[in-house]
């Protein structure tokens, strides 16, 4: 194992190594969450976003791979609220974070009123940005309603709390987001979901490749990296310190880790390439991170953490 120092902070809690899956990947059942607390080149891991009562999801098929990334539409499949809190309410090695989806901002407030009122104190991370619930805005796209909910939340939630965001594509934009964000005691922001609602196109069969919503679906992997670094990059310019960044999208190489952490990510997190890859993902991924930071002389990701130069 290494010998470099990896690890990363939230709330005051040591994650030992950088990385946990993002959510969604590998993540729905106890068996998938074992194996990856079970991987010693993983820091904590994520839970499937989980909403009040189970859900199959979308049809099939939901999820495609593309040749430089993936579209998916799976549509909040999950086995409910209850399943995943009892999941990171036994004891685990690792620091887990539970994700919690409403498909309302009402079944948010319920979602937050329940982890409130239960024995968990571990961090939480309310999913502001699935774009794959038929009918359903990306709540972090309407910023005064990000803000309302955000308001009635914090009136009574007074535990550790993160949210998951949308990419984001207008400076101002980002200045309205973060504006809002750093009105509250938030531990840290996710960014970014997949980037939502693109269009692949199979010529060959002149169809779409996933089935729900008419083929639109969440892009992400190796084609949502420049996306998602600037989207590290801007919040990490614009938000509190005290709110760290999980730096999620695009990572295929030790490299682009190397540059998420540059852009100011305090963990990364994968998916598309751990779908795609399998567990084995994390060990070669520390490997090509650690030959990058050996070359380079760090000992630390505080080395170069958010030391992003420009020209
Ligand atoms: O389940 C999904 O369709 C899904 C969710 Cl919740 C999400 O947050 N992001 C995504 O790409 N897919």
Redesign the pocket.
């Known amino acids: 194992m290494s010998k470099l120092d990896l690890t990363g902070q939230i709330n005051g809690l040591t994650f030992n190594q950088l990385f946990l899956n993002a959510?969604?990947v590998h993540c729905q059942s106890t068996e998938e969450l074992d194996d990856l607390l079970n991987d010693p080149y993983m820091g904590g891991i994520v839970t499937?976003?989980a909403t009040l009562a189970k859900r199959d999801?979308?049809p099939a098929p939901?999820y495609y791979e593309l040749q430089n990334g993936s579209i998916?539409?799976?549509?909040?499949?999950n086995y409910g609220f209850d399943y995943y809190i009892k999941y990171v309410l036994s004891d685990h090695a690792k620091p887990t974070i539970l994700s919690v989806?409403g498909l309302s901002a009402a079944d948010d407030v319920k979602l937050l009123h329940q982890i409130q009122d239960s024995d968990y104190d571990g961090l939480t991370e309310l999913?502001l940005?699935?774009?794959?619930?038929i009918g359903k805005p990306q709540m972090a796209y309407d910023v005064d309603g990000t803000r309302a909910l955000l308001d009635e939340i914090f009136a009574f939630y007074k535990k550790p709390l993160g949210v998951?965001l949308p990419p984001y594509f207008d400076l101002v934009h980002f200045d309205q987001i973060a504006a809002v964000l750093n009105k509250y005691p938030l531990t840290h922001v996710n960014t970014i979901?997949?980037v939502g609602n693109g269009l692949w196109v199979d010529v060959a069969s002149e169809s779409v490749v996933i089935k729900p919503k008419g083929g639109f679906?969440?892009l992400?992997g190796k084609m949502v990296l420049p996306t998602a670094l600037a989207n590290v990059r801007a919040l990490r310019q614009r938000l509190n310190a005290s709110i760290k960044i999980i730096g999620t999208g695009g990572v295929q190489t030790g490299a682009d880790v190397f540059a998420h952490i540059l852009c100011g990510a305090e963990l990364v997190s994968v998916g598309t390439q751990l779908q795609s890859e399998g567990l084995g993902v994390y060990k070669r991924l520390t490997t090509e991170l650690e030959r990058i930071m050996t070359d380079k002389g760090y000992q630390s990701l505080s080395d170069f953490r958010g030391n992003l130069k420009t020209i």
């Not at 940005?129 to 619930?133: A, F, M």
Request: proline residues 8%; hydrophobic residues 15%; contains cysteine.
């Open positions: 959510s969604g499937k976003s999801g979308n939901r998916n539409s799976m549509g909040l499949p989806a999913n940005s699935c774009p794959n619930v998951k979901n997949s679906g969440g992400g």
